[in-house]
């Protein structure tokens, strides 16, 4: 089994790196942002409660969207591991996650770390919500979110980079030349590891 955790700032590629290099794993890809997404159109109590942070750039509180990822995870059983794409963003989420992983005789075995400077960032997002028609990618949203991923976010990368786990790549650049690059680094970590 195989989990990785694909990392970065609002509108460094996550979504989009994470379904490019899934296959390749065969990994079943979880996007929390997608999850929360769903339960708003679903109209669920914890849709209607995400939205409220979401639309602010918040971070939805640990404990609602720890609930929802084990939920994910319970249902899940036929694939070769999981792509992580938006969990953890705090550190509490991070041990969670550890300890969701270690019950299963799992771990998180890599950290990829999309790393885009901050102004493309903000272009990025100004230019998706033309067709995403999401609520958060407004200007005032986006900076918000940078925020909170500065000052909560960033301590998961140093969590999992502490425990050698941690792979950056450069985020800038033509897409496929970027999976193919994650795709390189995460073979040539998870082999040394064997
Ligand atoms: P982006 O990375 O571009 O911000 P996401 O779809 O990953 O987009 O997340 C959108 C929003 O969903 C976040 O700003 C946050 O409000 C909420 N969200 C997603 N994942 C989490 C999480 N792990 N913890 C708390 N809130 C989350």
Known sequence: MLNIVVFGAPGSGKGTQSDAIKSHFNLFHISTGDVLRQEIALDTETGRIAKKYIDGGQLVPDDIIIEVLAHVLDKLDHQDGVIFDGFPRTVVQAEALDRMLEKRGQRV???????????LLVERVLNRSKVSGRSDDNEEAVRQRLEVYKSRTIPVMEYYRAMGKHIPINGVGDINEISQGIISALEQKLNRKV
């Open 109 to 119: 075995d890599a950290l990829v770390d999309l790393q885009v400077p901050e102004e």
